[in-house]
């Protein structure tokens, strides 16, 4: 059974920074390694849609919604089956649920279509 859990959220007042983690486990149905998986972050603030954060493939390239791009970078540990998301300068609209995703299909990760795996996500609460 796949299990993404994530971690490192939490109150930060605005400009601060936080790392979050997803760290992966278990067998997958394909019966691939996670390091094959296509991997992302996702984020849900209250009365709002879940929407895209950032994403990286297998190979490591990395993609990312406007709203954050030049503040957050992704990463990610193949051995340790970990994922990133380190978050600087961060504003108030910030402030969500942030969910941690993973397919063999980059475009799924990246249109949030029909993602095979989702974590229970981690509270991000920044304040003004």
């Known amino acids: 059974q796949v299990q993404l859990v994530e971690s490192g959220g939490g109150l930060v007042q605005a400009g601060g920074s936080l790392r979050l983690s997803c760290a992966a486990s278990?067998?997958?149905?394909?019966?691939?390694?996670?390091?094959?998986?296509?991997m992302g972050w996702y984020r849900q603030a209250p009365g709002k849609e879940r929407e895209f954060v950032a994403a990286i493939s297998s190979g490591g390239s990395t993609f990312y919604a406007d709203s954050v791009k030049g503040r957050f970078t992704i990463s990610r540990e193949y051995a340790k089956n970990t994922m990133y998301l380190q978050m600087n300068s961060l504003k108030p609209e910030d402030t969500a649920v942030y969910y941690c995703a993973a397919d063999q299909s980059l475009r799924r990760v990246l249109n949030r279509d029909g993602i095979n795996y989702w974590g229970k996500g981690t509270l991000v609460t920044v304040s003004s």
């Open positions: 278990g067998r997958t149905a394909s019966g691939r390694t996670f390091s094959t998986y296509d």
